[in-house]
């Protein structure tokens, strides 16, 4: 891959990077999952008239909606807009992203037919992606971009489910009643997430985070049975490219040592987990988290005691990003998380 890293810029000093290694860090960097979309104004007035999807497949808006958090707040990250269920689309998949709902499939899928209609994913399918990384590789200069893709599990169970859902019941019975299936299913979804990841490094990502959002829904020992398997594939094929890996699940406090043994340099952490009981599970990796993403509707003076907690826990781990323990809630003031960045980024490291 020389012809595509000679292109890319010198990201050495990068505290976001140095901290994904394990590196000594100039301050404890920060980024916010779902910095790129719904809490900002200037988001909500390029995206008017124009679907989820439809945006995603855009290059000149991918490119300015993802670049928007990163001017705002001056995070150490950017990461690409896009969808977990993007590369589904672009395959071929009937699914639409709802607004105020998440991603609806219009078939479900529920048999090993099903599971061979859905075609692997090549570079082909999505030109409109390796356009939008480099084009945001060239403007983000010396900050990194992180690309993703969603884990087997999580996107299985808008596969099979046909939406959003609380139980995962379907994708559960799938996974304990019909294993040739589920085992099909989740080679299929790892062969394209894998692919969509390499995609997005090929063109210039520097990270990579693998969301298994809703992993937290399985025992120990389902997820290490059915799960971690496929999720471990992609995070290897990942590991083969040269970048960090980030891997993170909701109420995964069970399943934080698997996570890092399934492959990823740094483990995210959701807040109900305190750093101080993730890290010794973690091993020597590092972690990443995990602010209440409501304490940012609380006065500053609150809001930024608990976040000196929180690095002050980080730093028992190998390396700490500092983040919120899930995505931006979309009511959140872009002020208050100004001022949260400001907070973390001149914290005494
Ligand atoms: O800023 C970023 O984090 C980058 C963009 C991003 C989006 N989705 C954009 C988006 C990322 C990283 C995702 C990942 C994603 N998508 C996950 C994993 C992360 C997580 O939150 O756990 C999941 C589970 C999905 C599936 C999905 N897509 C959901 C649950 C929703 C939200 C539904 C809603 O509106 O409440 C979406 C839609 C979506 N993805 C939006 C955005 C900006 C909102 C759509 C819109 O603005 O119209």
């Known amino acids: 891959m020389a012809a595509t890293e000679t292109t890319r810029p010198d990201l050495s000093g990068s505290a976001f990077l140095r901290a994904a290694r394990g590196e000594p860090v100039p301050h404890t960097p920060v980024w916010f999952m779902r910095q790129a979309g719904r809490s900002l104004p200037e988001y909500l007035k390029v995206r ?98 992180i690309g993703f893709a969603g884990a087997p599990f999580t996107v299985a169970s808008y596969l099979v489910e046909g939406g959003p859902s609380k139980e995962h019941a379907k994708t559960k019975a799938m996974m ?22 390499d995609v997005q490094v090929a063109a210039g990502a520097s990270a990579v ?41 909701v109420g995964t406090s069970n399943l934080l040592t698997l ?24 091993g020597d990796r590092g972690v990443q988290g995990n602010l209440d993403p409501t304490l940012v509707f609380a006065p500053t003076d609150v809001m930024t005691a608990r976040a000196a907690e929180v690095i002050e826990a980080g730093r028992a781990a190998k390396g700490h990003i500092f983040n919120l323990g899930h995505g931006v809630i979309p009511s959140t003031d872009p002020d208050q998380l100004k001022r949260l960045t400001e907070f973390v980024q001149s914290y005494p490291v």
């Open 176 to 197: 304990f009643g019909a294993p040739d299936v589920w085992d099909a299913l989740m080679r299929k979804i790892a062969g394209i997430s894998a692919a969509y990841l």
């Open 48 to 145: 008017e008239g124009t679907g989820m999807l439809e945006s995603c497949m855009d290059p000149g808006l991918v490119v300015e909606i993802t670049l928007q958090p990163v001017r705002r707040y001056g995070v150490d990250a950017a990461i690409f807009f896009s969808d977990i269920v993007l590369p589904l689309k672009a395959v071929g998949v009937d699914l639409d992203i709802k607004p105020g709902v998440g991603p609806v499939v219009a078939r479900p899928v529920r048999t090993l037919a099903d599971v061979e209609a859905i075609p692997d994913l090549t570079p082909e399918h999505v030109p409109f992606i390796s356009q939008a990384v480099r084009g945001l590789v060239g403007e983000l200069g010396s900050t990194p971009l």
């Open 209 to 249: 985070q693998l969301f298994d959002s809703w992993a937290g829904a399985l025992t120990p020992a389902d997820y290490a049975a059915h799960v971690m398997p496929h999720s471990a594939r992609v995070l290897a094929a990942a590991g083969e490219l040269g970048v960090p890996r980030i891997h993170f699940g």
């Open 259 to 282: 996570m890092g043994e399934a492959g990823a340099d740094v483990v995210g952490v959701d807040w109900r987990t305190p750093l101080a009981s993730a890290i010794p599970q973690v």
